[in-house]
């Protein structure tokens, strides 16, 4: 299995194999103003078949990598992380891994199913007892885990059943999980500590601890620290029916990561599956330190990559921060918003994010309507279904600060049959990202007036004219640019089709 890719859409570029399964030929032909190129050679057992999903899924991990990467030398650094199973994959395909329940919010889970907990996996330090769970947002840290840190918590379900903790700048000595577990006694309690490396040769010391042998889910801790772990000391109770997991000595280390996962009916895992867990945190963690980053790249890990077929056609897309939980995205990353993206309507003003939950929109769409907005890598999207309304607006401040240029348009488009209305706005050359407004609305759109402001830093995009039945549900996607980046019509009429697909 060949992949062969190369930056941009060239329609000039042609590929040739040959159709005899004895020749390994395959040409592609027309790359002149090509200066990059990557392949990928990969092998299945006695012949089998690779579909085009699954190749590309390669594909685009590959490129994942590339885009953290500036030079060919750090490419390698980052294929090697690359090699480390992912952590989804550990965490997927554990044998009879079990989808524990709760977890999101709050600050312990109360049984997870099957009386895994009686009250437990609560998070502590010696500053603070009892840390909340975040739902996924990074939170400042003060007076938990010292002045100027950040942490997340964060829980997978579909792809992973993991609890996950992330702690950046930190400054405590002390970290531990308290609580009850519903062994209640029975079964066993192992652990270990063990250092690994990553790619760039940083060392890390991992420390496990497992309860397993029982009819209840087993309970596996994974703490990973940077550094050989030196004056660093772990214990933990005999007892399987608490679930203390302490790690002292923990002065002078700025960060902190910790996974929970569990096994049905008492499995117990290996030192190396638990190993892996931590190897694949650390591959993340080494393509981005910063906690925001981080976080980043944990939700990219573990959400569906909707994102890889909405942008497959944009260039030098940017992969901005924020917009999963609140009502705006703060900064987005390199100067791209001053508090922007709020949304809006005749009914409501600053209508909060949902982070992937579909929520009732009685109060900001109508009686009767959801919506839902969901953040991933590259893109925003929000979805509006039974909607009553007679105006739909985004407004804010961006980064460009009235630098750069200002432009719309308005597309159509049919798809299955079914027309669609696409309203652009763009504001892009600032030097900071592009922002790029899609609005899809359903029909010919016949009495719907757009408009928007001309000085780019301002946010302000008004679709007017909703009423009377006309429009019942609406999509909004924001994409980003590198450096400012101009995407014409079709590019991002493109991004619009593969959302209505």
Excluded at 31 to 54: I, K, Q
Excluded at 112 to 118: E, Q
Excluded at 248 to 277: K, R
Excluded at 281 to 303: C, K, M, N, Q, Y
Aim: glycine content about 12%; hydrophobic content about 40%.
């Amino acid at each position: 299995n060949h992949i062969i890719f190369i930056p941009g859409n060239d329609p000039g570029i042609t590929q040739t194999f040959s159709g005899n399964t004895n020749d390994d030929d395959h040409d592609v032909a027309g790359l002149a103003s090509v200066d990059e190129v990557y392949y990928m050679l990969v092998a299945g057992t006695a012949g089998f078949e690779y579909d085009n999903p699954t190749l590309l899924e390669l594909a685009t991990a590959y490129l994942d990598a590339t885009r953290a990467a500036a030079t060919l030398d750090d490419l390698t650094l980052a294929l090697s992380d690359a090699l480390v199973t992912p952590l989804t994959v550990v965490l997927r395909t554990l044998p009879n891994r079990f989808a524990f329940t709760g977890g999101d919010i709050g600050t312990s889970i109360s049984d997870g199913g099957s009386d895994a907990y009686d009250g437990g996996n609560r998070l502590n330090t010696d500053l603070r007892s009892s840390i909340s769970y975040t739902g996924g947002d990074v939170r400042l840290g003060d007076g938990l885990f010292g002045p100027g840190s950040k942490y997340f918590t964060a829980k997978f379900e579909e792809r992973a059943d993991v609890f996950l903790l992330g702690v950046g700048d930190m400054s405590i000595t002390q970290f531990f999980i308290s609580g009850n577990l519903g062994a209640d006694g029975s079964g066993s309690v192992t652990g270990f500590r063990r250092t690994i490396v990553d790619a760039a040769g940083t060392v890390f010391t991992v420390f496990g601890k497992r309860v397993f042998g029982t009819s209840d889910p087993s309970i596996n801790h994974v703490i990973v620290v940077p550094g050989d772990g030196t004056g660093i000391t772990q214990s933990f109770p005999s007892n399987t029916d608490n679930d203390e997991h302490i790690v002292a000595g923990l002065a002078g280390i700025s960060e902190l990561y910790f996974a929970l996962f569990t096994g049905t009916n008492g499995l117990q895992y290996s030192d190396d599956t638990l190993l892996d867990v931590a190897r694949g945190i650390v591959a993340l963690r080494r393509s981005a330190p910063a906690l925001g980053d981080f976080h980043l790249a944990v939700t990219s890990a573990f959400e569906p990559r909707a994102d890889s077929t909405l942008i497959v056609a944009l260039p030098a897309r940017f992969a901005f921060t924020d917009g999963f939980t609140g009502t705006s995205i703060p900064d987005g990353g390199n100067d791209m918003y001053d508090f922007g993206n709020f949304l809006n309507t005749n009914r409501a003003q600053r209508i909060a994010y949902t982070n992937g939950a579909v929520v009732s929109g009685d109060a900001p769409f109508g009686v009767g309507s959801h919506y839902a907005t969901l953040k991933l890598d590259f893109v925003f999207l929000l979805a509006a279904t039974g909607v009553d309304i007679t105006e739909f607006s985004i407004t804010g401040n961006l980064g460009a600060d009235g630098s750069g240029q200002v432009n719309g348009a308005r597309l159509a488009t049919t798809i299955g049959g079914a027309a669609y209305t696409v309203f652009v706005k763009r504001v892009f050359a600032a030097g900071d990202p592009s922002i790029n407004h899609i609005i899809v609305l359903p029909g010919d759109a016949t009495n719907v007036v757009q408009t928007f402001a001309t000085n780019t830093n301002d946010d302000f995009h008004r679709v007017a004219g909703l009423g009377g039945g006309a429009v019942t549900e609406l999509f909004y996607v924001l994409v980003a640019g590198l450096n400012g980046v101009e995407y014409s019509d079709a590019t991002l009429l493109d991004v619009a089709e593969r959302l209505l697909v």
